[in-house]
Structure formats: C-alpha cells, structure tokens
C-alpha cells in the first residue's frame, strides 16, 4: 500500500508520515459514532489533495508513454492535458497524476477500534474510492482508491479529533468491458500507426542512400586545373560529383577526393605568403564537422597565382551549383 498521511495540522501531502496535532477543535464529544467519523474524513478530503493527486498503477507511466500521454521524462502531451492533467510526479514512493479538476471520493467506515497508548484513542478505519465518473482515459492509468483511517483523543473535555490517514492501493481502477476493449482497439491502431511511419522511415532512408550514391557519380569531366604552390603544383579535376585532386606533400605524391555532396558552399580568401609582398589566394569550403556535429569553413586550396585560382573557382562554383540544383532533395 502506497501511504498518504495528513493530520489537520498541516495542509499538504506528506508521504508515511503521521502527526499529532493540537487539536482544533476545542469543546471535546462525549462518543465518537459514525456520523462524526464520517463528517471528519469527509472535511479532510476536501482540505487536502487526494482529490488532485492520482496514484498510477504499477506499469501505468510505460503504459502512458505508449498511448501518448506523456513521454519518457514525465512531460504532458497535449492529449493528457486535454483531459484535465495539469502534471505528472515520479517519487520514491509511486508515480502521481496532477489534475486540474477534482475527483470526487467516495467512503465507507468499516469498523471502529479503541487503543490506549498511556493516552486513550479511537480509531475509525474506511474503505475510500474514487467515482465512477472520472474521465475514461485517466482510468486505464490510476488506482481504484485506497483505504485509511481517522483517529479521535480523549482529552479532559472529551473525544477530540487527532488525525487522519489515507493509503493508496496497488488495485487498478475498475473499467467496463466497453472501455477496456476501447482501449485495446486503440493500442492496435497506435502500434499500426507506428508500423507504418517506421516503414516510412525505411523506405526515406533508403530513397536518400540510392540518391546518394547516384549523386557520387560522375558522369561528365568539366576540365583539369593546376594551382602554383611552393611545394609544387597541384592539379584538381572537375567533375559533376566533385573534384579528384593531386599534389606533392612533403615529397611524397598525395591523392584525394571531395565529394559536392560533402560541400555545403564554397568561397574565396587571401593570405598573406612568406614574402611580405606575396600573398596567397585561397578557396574554402563549408564541410561537416563530426566533433562539433554541425558545418565549418576550412581551407582546401591555396595558389600563388591569383588566375589559376579564379578558373578554377568559376569551374568548382558552376558544377556545385548545377549538383545542388540536381540534387536538391538531399543537399544540406
């Protein structure tokens, strides 16, 4: 049993913890019979917030993720917030529902024990539930009730009231055959749904890596390009998927390949060269950056002479434009 004790001199709900209070009533009774048990449990309900606070079932918060209620950090979705929830609390003690309008609560006192502590009480113990006419969607999710008790104090002048205790059960709330066949009408319908927007998925999936493999294709040469470098020149391809390069890096001869569908846009830089009145003409390319998970400029190439650079951009420029144009379906 999950444990909501409140006592009248506190006003929020506290978790298996119990409270003598002073009492507030200051004229004790001569007997406590069913009709002042009934009207303290009763005036306590109201004062308190069992009517706001719904105790889930066990496996209702998985349950609630699945039918779109909330999601796995315990946020509303527009669906439960439709239905009158306000919010959902996970606790040490059991996940709560929050609502916005109040349940209404039904009891019933089962029987009534006397104990002496040194100090004599009165212990009044009740069945307590929610009604029936809680919204159908909450009762796929929250307990039926629960059970508690109220105790009373014999003091100088009497039976006085002490406090109260409410215990929530692990029992589901009670539905009809009709909601329960509704509700499995529509996990059905949830899971069929789902099916199909992972077949959708797939098939995206799979339309984008054929579109990028037809997109690495080369079929057209659009010229070869020499760019003057200290190290020795070196010579770029041009192609409508890309652009295949060679050059001589620290004596050795290296090759690789950019492909457009890597490049998001391309750019001119200058910087200066060695000499102070040499200067160094440069094109950057916007390229994905793994570790930081989004796109960055970096320098590709570099030449001493300003013309080779130029035709060279004008020719990488064009044929990036005309793949982005072609392939603008999957271009970044």
């Known amino acids: 049993m999950k444990l909501l004790k409140i006592a009248n001199c506190i006003s929020s709900v506290f978790i298996t913890f119990y409270v003598f209070c002073i009492p507030l ?3 004790g009774l001569k007997d406590i019979d069913h009709e002042i048990a009934e009207a303290e449990i009763q005036k306590n309900i109201i ?28 946020n509303l979705k527009s669906r439960a917030a439709s239905s009158g929830l306000k919010s959902l609390k996970r606790t040490s003690t059991g996940d709560y529902i929050i609502s916005s309008q109040n349940s209404n609560i039904r009891f019933k006192i089962t029987d009534f024990k006397d104990i002496n502590l ?40 009497g039976w006085q009231y002490d406090g109260i205790e409410f215990e929530y059960s692990e029992e589901p709330f009670p539905r009809s055959e009709k909601e329960i066949a509704e509700e ?52 770029c391809k041009v ?18 390949t950019i492909m457009f569908a890597d490049i998001r846009s391309i750019r001119k830089a200058y910087y200066p060269g060695p000499v102070s009145s040499d200067q160094y003409s440069a094109i950057e390319i916007e390229t994905p950056d793994k570790q930081m998970a989004s796109w960055k400029y970096y320098t ?28 603008s379906d999957i271009a970044e």
């Open 118 to 157: 040194g100090m004599k009480f009165k212990r009044a113990n009740f069945n307590w539930w929610y009604d029936s006419e809680v919204p159908p969607l909450w009762k796929r999710f929250i307990v039926a009730g629960g059970r508690g008790y109220v105790v009373f104090a014999l003091h100088d002048d």
């Open 239 to 256: 192609s409508d998927a890309g652009v295949s390069c060679k050059k001589i890096e620290n004596g050795i001869e290296e090759s690789y």
């Open 25 to 27: 009533t200051f004229a």
């Open 300 to 327: 590709q190439w570099l030449s001493q002479n300003k013309d080779d650079i130029n035709r060279f951009f004008d020719a990488l420029t064009g044929a990036h434009k005309e793949w982005r144009k072609k392939f």
């Open 47 to 74: 004062k308190n917030d069992l009517r706001f606070t719904l105790h889930l079932q066990k496996g209702a918060f998985e349950k609630g993720v699945q039918q779109e209620m909330w999601n796995q950090e315990g």
């Open 184 to 235: 499995q009408n529509e996990i059905r319908q949830i899971e069929t749904l789902k099916h199909k927007e992972e077949e959708k998925e797939r098939t995206l999936v799979q339309v984008h890596q054929k579109r990028l493999t037809e997109s690495k294709k080369a079929t057209k040469d659009l010229g070869t390009f020499i760019l003057s470098r200290r190290e020795g020149p070196e010579t």
